[in-house]
Every structure is written in C-alpha cells, then in structure tokens.
C-alpha cells in the first residue's frame, strides 16, 4: 500500500477553538444579543470580540498545517503552528482504529477517525481527528472488504433488553447535565433551576403515594434513566460483528455510527456480566478489554450486547476458542458463608433503626426518610440475592486461561483473561483471615482500563499451592 496522506476536514478549527469557548465567544454572543435591549458593545465585549477573531484565524492556520500520513509500516501525525510537532505510530503497536459517524460530524461532512495505541493516557486516543468522508472511507476499505465473514448480528430485542438493563439514570443525568449547563450559558439563564421548577409542578400533581421530596427525585432519576436508555440504544442499535483472519471489525450504532477495528490479539479478557434484571431474563452482557480503548461514556467494549449462555459458549467456541469457559476448581468453603450474606443482612436489619432515629432528628423529613428505608431494605434483599449466588457459583481456575467469578456491585461477574496479561495476583488476610484458614484475592488485567475483580473467601492454602505450581513458583 502507498502512503495514503489524510488532512483533517476543516471542522478541526472548531475543536481548536472550544477551549476558549465558555471565556470568549459566549460572553461576546451574549452581548451581541442584549443589542436591541439598549446599549451598545461595551470596551471589554470589543476586545473579546477582537481576541476571538486572533484565535480563530491561529485556528485555521494550525488547520492548514496539520497532516496525518498513513502507510504500511506507520501512521504519522505532523502538526502545530509555532511548535511543531511529528510523531510515528508503527502499524503493529497500533492497538485500534474507530471510525465515528455522530450527528454533528455529519452535517458538516465529516468521520472521526481515532486511533488507539498501549501507551498514552488511559481513554486518550494517540490520534483523534474529524475527516472527509472519502478519506474515511478509504481508510474503512483497508480492512473491511468482501472477504470478511459476519460472525454475529445483534437483533433490537436483544439491544432494547440490554438498555433496558445496563441503564442508569446516574449516567443520563452526567450526560444531560453539561448540555443543560453550556445551554443556560449561551442564552444567559439558568436551564437547570427552570426544569426542577418544572418537575416539581409535575410531582405535586402526582398522587400522593410517595413524599413529594421523593417524587422529585424519582421524577429526575426516572428522566436520567430514560436519556440512558435512549442513549444505549442510539450506540448499540445494527449491532454487527465481522471478521477476517485475526482482525474484528464491529459496527455499531446510529448516532453515533461508529466502526471499530480490533486485532484479536489486542483483546486482554472478557467478561461476562449478569445484573438482577437480566437473571430474571436468562441473559448476560459480554465485554472485552482492549488494551488499546479507554472507557468513557460513548466508547463501550461490548463485545456480545444480550445473549443466553448457551449463545455465548457457541459463539466462543467457534470464533474466540482460546476464550472458552474454564471449570472453578478453587470455591470458597461452606464455612464463609457469612461473609457473603451477613453484610445484606445488617443492611436490612439496620434500615428502620436509622430510619426511626434519623425521623426522631428530623421530623420533617419522616416521610422521605421512611420512604429511604424501604430502599435500602429493597437494595438489601438484592445484595443478599446476588450474594448467595456469588457463594454458590463463584471461585477461580487455573487452565489455558484465568477463569474467576465473583460480584461487582449487584452483578455477577465472570472474567476470563490470559495468563500473560494478569498484572497482579493481590492475596489479603485479615487477623479474622488467620484465625479461620482463609484469604481474599484481587486480581488485576493488564491493560489501561485497569479491570479488576475482588473475591472475599477462599481457602488460603489450598489456593496457594495451586497457584505457585501453576506459575512453577517453588513454596
């Protein structure tokens, strides 16, 4: 292949200018705005207004300078204005490429190509750059072609079952938050008080079942819920995976489309996650860490969006082999059973205490703070579900690869990862440990994201000796 030479579409100056956007352009808007309130641009609106002129021409000049040469052997980005600056990317510690397709980007004609690598800030992408379309889609063209085999296609029952489950209104409401925050600032007015002003009407017209207090907060945790949900699907929806030899091309998504492009190699574990919900469904969530992709909220490493166990075995078994399940061997004792049900047990038994002396404190809060108390008897009851599960099913093996199950929350985790790429082994024994024999374990991958799963109890000798004679350690 030639050395193929990318520049980036123009719309870059528009992300060279955006830190400067909340200091100069807003305030200069905003003025501009007031003019038919009576007044004229004030001294220090003139000189912000000429600043940001000076910063939008430095932006285009570092536009036009900026270039990115692609060839078999590396990338290469060259770039800056007054500090040039030229670094390489040789192609085999290219990690993956993901190719974004987002609302914005499209109406001006443009794709975000980012390129990640092993090295750098975790969730920083070495190349992160809009382009034209033609020039994203030849860079497409290197890798996905005609002799690529579509190994699995997620249908939107599968997709709405996974919003439906993997959603969190704590999640929508960071992704709402600063857009209602720049939005107030660009027309000079507080967003954020207007609409809890809103919710709060539409709760006091609510019937009263639950304290008005708790119906706003429901209300706005309902909304943040919601937003997830929608945007689970905007970036799961035609769900695709393709491959070619050792390379995954997956696709993805409306809004944005994005196509991501993996060595298999790359791809440190996998983990297979079951939540509450989605026991009640007989599904699972299976993700992968990659070595080269960070987590932030629009890039997910969904590998298997909702699919039974059985699905997932086949699917693994054929395409992914040396990710097959691997029996437990290592199983905490019946003896530290405790360990997994007592701490949901005093959350449940210490749930109305608080709440009657929390009232006692604040009567008038005894409404909200009852209400609270069912909550937490609530998230007890689930916490002691997943705990028994996690004692029944959960341990670690030592085969071709590292297989351990434990909880993460209020899910039920399996990890799967290669030898090679466990950072760490982390036993802990507590005074309480010694006493009765056993220790807990934290095991940790060796990748950006820093994934890790921690079990409370398992029979310390035992585990050890498996694990230095697995490793050819000598005790």
């Not at 750098?120 to 382009?131: Q, S, Y």
């Not at 034209?132 to 063209?141: P, Q």
């Not at 509450?276 to 699972?284: A, C, D, F, K």
């Not at 693994?316 to 199983?331: A, Y």
């Amino acid at each position: 292949m030639k050395t193929m030479e990318i520049r980036p579409h123009k719309c870059i100056v528009l992300w060279f200018i955006y830190p400067y956007l909340s200091l100069l352009f807003i305030p200069v808007v905003r003025g501009t705005l007031n003019l038919g309130k009576g007044g004229a641009l004030t001294r220090f609106l003139l000189g912000e207004a000429i600043f940001a002129v000076l910063v939008i021409v430095i932006a285009i000049l570092k536009w036009h300078r900026f270039h990115c040469l692609i060839s078999e052997e590396a990338v290469t980005i060259k770039k800056g204005l007054f500090y040039r600056v030229e670094f390489n990317i040789p192609t085999e510690k290219i990690g993956l490429i993901a190719l974004d397709k987002s609302p914005l980007l499209s109406l001006v004609g443009a794709r975000g190509l980012k390129i990640y690598t092993e090295s750098g800030r975790k969730t920083k992408a070495a190349v992160d750059i809009p382009i034209k379309i033609s020039d994203a889609e030849n860079v497409n063209a290197l890798y996905k072609d005609e002799t690529l085999e579509k190994i699995y296609r997620c249908h939107l029952r599968e997709i709405i079952i996974m919003s439906a489950t993997v959603s969190s209104a704590a999640t929508g409401l960071l992704v709402t938050a600063p857009i209602i925050s720049q939005a107030g600032k660009l027309i000079g007015a507080s967003l954020s008080d207007m609409i809890l002003a809103e919710i709060t009407k539409v709760s006091e017209r609510l019937p009263n079942i639950i304290p008005k207090a708790a119906s706003v907060i429901s209300i706005v945790l309902l909304a943040g819920y919601l937003v997830s949900f929608i945007n689970v699907i905007l970036h799961n929806i035609n769900f695709e995976i393709l491959k070619k030899s050792n390379t995954l091309v997956i696709d993805a998504g409306i809004l944005p489309h994005r196509t991501i492009i993996l060595d298999i190699k790359d791809i440190r574990a996998v983990s297979i996650v079951q939540n509450p919900v989605m026991q009640l469904l007989h599904r699972y969530n299976v993700k992968m860490s990659i070595s080269a992709y960070g987590k932030t909220k629009n890039e997910v490493s969904v590998l298997l969006p909702s699919v039974t166990k059985r699905e997932i075995n086949r699917f693994l078994d054929k395409f992914l082999p040396q990710w097959k399940s691997e029996r437990i061997d290592n199983r905490p004792p019946a003896s530290s059973i405790g360990r997994f049900i007592i701490p949901p047990i005093i959350l449940f038994l210490a749930a109305f205490p608080a709440q009657r002396i929390s009232s006692s404190y604040f009567p008038q809060f005894s409404d909200l703070i009852t209400f609270l108390a069912y909550v937490l008897m609530g998230i007890s009851f689930v916490w002691g579900a997943t705990a028994i599960r996690q004692f029944i099913r959960g341990g670690i093996s030592f085969g071709d690869t590292i297989t351990m199950i434990s909880g993460r929350y209020l899910s039920l985790v399996e990890l799967r990862v290669k030898h090679g790429d466990v950072e760490y082994f982390r036993i802990f024994r507590y005074p309480q440990d010694h006493l009765s024999g056993l220790c807990r374990l934290k095991i940790a991958v060796r990748n950006k994201n820093g994934d890790r799963l921690y079990f409370v109890s398992l029979n310390y000798k035992t585990f050890r000796k498996n694990l230095l004679s697995k490793y050819g350690f000598v005790d």
